[in-house]
């Protein structure tokens, strides 16, 4: 059997993997990583159930954009990802510098941040492959907080890492992709591809990954976007996340004795059932659907403006609503509905999705909409509108 060595920094002599190509390519990652990291904070604070700075209701597609692109540049980063942590494999196997104390120092943090760095991003990005997939190996933490979490991480290695390496990277920058002055001694094969080749390469290939992903939030781009979810299947071409079946309402939310009420100080203003609602004045909105797993869609709902239905039970508005849906369990089962949402006219308690009537998965009897929200708060099978303070 031969003897089997671990890898050296010569035993990697492709020009390619070469600080030149690691630069140009980390631009383009850092632009990923930075657009996709704000976009986070967007949908991330949106989801709060209070803002200090309150979330806005218009344009009522906004959050269908912040997170489409979230989850796009997410997507865009992987390739970006993979070519600069090739390109730059070589410096694991360096020997640090012992005899230099200030020079090991240095070393010490470059590479620990690039550590944490790689860990945290192929973490965020591989989770985030997941959650968009609705697919959840893990039960030991949650997807939201840890992915949050870790952002910030993320985003603070990398700019420990930029600052450690600008010097670097503006020489490089500055020169020609095919300068060598910055390579490493061994570098002496010209490779499969040139450099300026295998950039462009990257480059495509992540906008190869974009397309085949981004027709969740673009429709016209369905046809081409083999791996998009939720592409515009479902009653009213609305996709469904949690089926009635899942969130086990199938028997309530059919029941001839449901009832929507409205409480206030704990005490019931009001209780209506479906023929009560359908008999109040109805509205018609185009609102779109935009779930964090970065598909959405246009749907037309119908129903009552939920500012009319609590002026028709005595509440006066310019108040939060505390939504409660017919399920038992599930960490959105009960949200909270800012005032200015609660008093936006396109919010409705819908009835009708498209011209008919919600199907069970869709929410029946009754579902909140409302503009410029995430879907995990447009809270299906509604049981309670509770007003605060």
Not at 237 to 257: C, F, Y
Request: glycine share 8%; hydrophobic share 45%; net charge positive.
């Amino acid at each position: 059997m031969p003897r089997l060595r671990p890898p050296t920094p010569g035993s990697f002599t492709s020009r390619l993997r070469s600080p030149a190509v690691a630069a140009r390519v980390g631009v383009w990652l850092g632009l990923a990583f930075a657009t996709c990291f704000l976009t986070g904070l967007v949908s991330h604070y949106a989801q709060l159930p209070t803002h200090p700075v309150p979330f806005p209701t218009s344009p009522s597609w906004g959050y269908r954009l912040t997170q489409g692109v979230h989850v796009t540049t997410g997507v865009a980063a992987i390739p970006l990802l993979l070519v600069k942590l090739w390109s730059v494999l070589p410096k694991l196997f360096e020997a640090p510098p012992l005899g230099d104390p200030r020079r090991l120092l240095l070393v010490a943090l470059e590479r620990g941040s690039v550590a944490v760095l790689v860990a945290a991003s192929v973490f965020q990005l591989a989770t985030g492959l997941l959650n968009a997939a609705q697919w959840y190996p893990w039960t030991a933490f949650s997807f939201r907080t840890t992915h949050y979490a870790l952002a910030w991480i993320s985003v603070g290695a990398l700019l420990v890492h930029v600052a450690v390496k600008l010097p670097l990277v503006r020489a490089v920058l500055g020169s020609e992709i095919d300068d060598t002055t910055h390579d490493r001694p061994s570098a002496r094969d010209a490779g499969v591809l040139s450099r300026r080749a295998l950039v462009r390469t990257t480059l495509a290939a992540s906008g190869v990954a974009v397309l085949a992903t981004v027709g969740g939030t673009v429709p016209w781009l369905r046809r081409v976007s083999v791996f998009a979810t939720r592409t515009g299947e479902g009653p009213g071409g609305v996709p469904i996340n949690r089926s009635a079946s899942a969130a086990g309402v199938e028997e309530s939310a059919t029941s001839a004795d449901w009832r929507l009420e409205v409480v206030e100080d704990g005490g019931v203003l009001a209780a209506l059932s479906l023929d009560d609602l359908r008999a109040m004045p109805q509205h018609t909105v185009d609102l779109p659907i935009a779930c964090v797993e970065g598909w959405s869609a246009q749907g037309t709902w119908s129903g009552v403006r939920l500012v009319d239905l609590l002026r028709t039970a005595g509440v006066a508005g310019g108040r939060d609503v505390a939504v409660t849906s017919l399920q038992q369990a599930g960490a959105f089962r009960r949200t909270t509905l800012p005032a200015n949402f609660a008093d936006d006219e396109r919010t409705l308690v819908a009835l009708d999705l498209a011209g008919e009537p919600l199907a069970l998965d869709h929410g029946f009897p009754c579902r909140l909409i409302a503009p410029d929200r995430p879907g995990v708060l447009q809270t299906k099978w509604l049981s309670r509108l509770e007003v605060g303070a």
